[in-house]
């Protein structure tokens, strides 16, 4: 496998940290949540983005609570070179430049980092991002939602919605790949990763959204073996991973 020179620190359920060489990244934080404990956790991410001599970028794929913290907006009060990508379904009290609200299907540029929103089957985008010779997609809640006990016409419907949205990405080369394995989905938990990597290739797969049950990723990780993408196991939170 290509060394990438990259630091990855799961947080927890879809949240990341990624770190390259000029570059720090957050994906879908949303722990310490105002009503929430001492707030330990997000005090140390936000001590990493305030203190940091890299250039800072937070994504945020949608609003749902267990993908979006507004604590994080405090931290550009902070340092202001902080750049934020927010799904448009998020509505910040606090509006500044540093501060892009995106829909599905726009590309945007700011300074090296290149940032492409594409689509979701639950709500808000997911991103696909170039940043220092590393492709990194973050799927956000986009996955095929095969709930077993759905009517029929849901059931066709959600996996419409899927391979439409996976598609319109046919093409692009992706090196790492942030995508949900979610038990609640019971038997059809693997459907959406496994359809992911058929068809797109991505070099290495991380799995999210899969709450604590690190058990289902080691059958995940069985499911794909045949396949060239890497797929690597979380075991805990925070982990990091070095590529």
């Known amino acids: 496998m290509k060394n990438y020179g990259v630091k990855i ?24 949540q105002a009503n929430q404990g001492s707030h330990e956790k997000s005090k140390k991410v936000e001590k990493k983005f305030v203190d940091t001599d890299k250039k800072a970028f937070i994504f945020v794929s949608h609003r749902h609570k267990d993908h979006f913290n507004p604590v994080i907006l405090e931290w550009g009060k ?3 070179e902080i750049n934020y990508f927010l799904s448009n379904d998020i509505k910040p009290a606090r509006k500044n430049e540093g501060i892009k609200l995106v829909a599905p299907y726009q590309q945007l540029e700011v300074d090296d980092l290149n940032t492409k929103t594409y689509g979701s089957t639950d709500e808000g985008v997911s991103f696909l991002v170039k940043v ?3 492709t990194l997609f973050h799927a956000g ?7 077993w006990d759905d009517p029929e016409e849901e059931i066709k419907m959600a996996e ?7 598609e319109k990405m046919k093409g692009e080369r992706i090196d790492l790949a942030f995508f949900p394995v979610d038990p609640r989905l019971e038997h059809n938990y693997s459907i959406g990763g496994e359809y992911f990597i058929q068809q797109l290739h991505p070099k290495v ?15 995940f990780v069985a499911k794909v073996q045949d396949f060239d993408t890497k797929v690597l ?5 925070p982990q990091e991973i070095l590529l």
């Open 132 to 134: 220092d010779e590393l």
């Open 233 to 237: 196991k979380i075991t805990g939170s």
């Open 9 to 32: 620190t799961y947080l927890f359920n879809s949240g990341f940290i990624v770190e390259t060489e000029k570059h720090l990244l957050l994906f879908d934080y949303y722990q310490d």
């Open 160 to 166: 419409h919605r899927f391979k439409a949205e996976i």
């Open 141 to 147: 809640d986009l996955n095929w939602w095969y709930w």
């Open 78 to 80: 902070l340092r202001a």
């Open 205 to 219: 797969l991380i799995p999210m959204h899969f709450g604590t049950d690190y058990e289902i990723l080691s059958s």
